[in-house]
């Protein structure tokens, strides 16, 4: 089994800055991609920001140039920088990792259980 534990969230202001942290643990052979997604209310799952075991990144268009991410291979670690936070921010932030578990040939997506960003003055 494989876990992921999101660490990082909670209030900040409107051009301030907040850093998450997910951890993945557990049965794991080796992680592709991970990332960041976000839920705001009445809205549907949105990708934030992926990085690749490449290193290579996507973010979606309201992101660009305001957040970063990041991973630290050695310790399962994926990070979000978000800088310059705006109130349509707020969102429940989700972590994803694609990883193939120890004995399986199959990679697949798992979930952390979501840390709350609110940006409020």
């Known amino acids: 089994q494989v876990q992921l534990v999101e660490s990082g969230g909670g209030l900040g202001q409107p051009g301030g800055s907040l850093r998450l942290s997910c951890a993945a643990s557990?049965?794991?052979?080796?992680?592709?991609?991970m990332g960041w997604y976000r839920q705001a209310p009445g809205k549907q799952r949105e990708l934030v920001a992926v990085?690749?075991?490449?290193?290579?990144?996507d973010f979606a268009d309201f992101v660009k140039g305001r957040f970063t991410i990041s991973r630290n291979n050695a310790n399962n670690t994926v990070y979000l920088q978000m800088d310059s936070l705006k109130p349509e921010d707020t969102a429940v932030y989700y972590c994803?990792?694609?990883?193939?578990?120890?004995?399986?040939?199959?990679?697949?997506?798992?979930w952390g259980q979501g840390t709350q960003v609110t940006v409020s003055s």
């Open positions: 990085i690749r075991s490449d290193s290579t990144m």
């Open positions: 557990g049965s794991i052979s080796r992680i592709n991609t």
């Open positions: 994803y990792a694609n990883v193939r578990p120890i004995g399986s040939f199959l990679s697949r997506s798992y």
